[in-house]
């Protein structure tokens, strides 16, 4: 049963395909969207156990802020906690730091949704 409290964290390393590359060679940093899309991919892992075979979420909301740079090949580490549970509504709030420093934190919220009811929605929008 999903509750607040669970957590988890990962060690990603930053590859090409997750800089920014308009600053030139020096400043090849992670983007926002990369790590954005660290954090969304966390919360989504953390929760999946615990769902039913049908189920999965979608994330719906975030408010992040981004700190400081992290170079290409640097690894960053994300930390996500479950803080709130209402319903299929699930809030988390994560913090990301790098080898040197905290470098984003942010607030996510998810829901969780029926799969097959999910894509049937979408089908109709596409007729």
Not at 83 to 94: E, P
Request: hydrophobic letters at 45%; one cysteine or more; glycine letters at 6%.
């Amino acid at each position: 049963m999903l509750h607040a409290g669970i957590e988890m964290e990962r060690v990603v390393k930053v590859d090409s395909s997750m800089v920014i590359d308009f600053l030139g060679d020096d400043g090849r940093v992670l983007s926002t969207p990369s790590m954005v899309d660290a954090i969304e991919r966390l919360c989504r892992e953390m929760v999946k156990p615990y769902l039913k075979e049908d189920e999965d979420t979608v994330g719906v909301r975030i408010d992040a802020k981004h700190m400081a740079p992290t170079p290409l090949g640097m690894s960053i580490r994300v930390h996500a906690l479950l803080v709130s549970v209402d319903g299929r509504r699930l809030v988390f709030h994560a913090d990301v730091h790098d080898e040197h420093e905290k470098v984003g934190e942010a607030v996510h919220e998810r829901f969780v949704i029926n799969k097959s009811r999910f894509v049937a929605r979408v089908r109709a929008k596409v007729r």
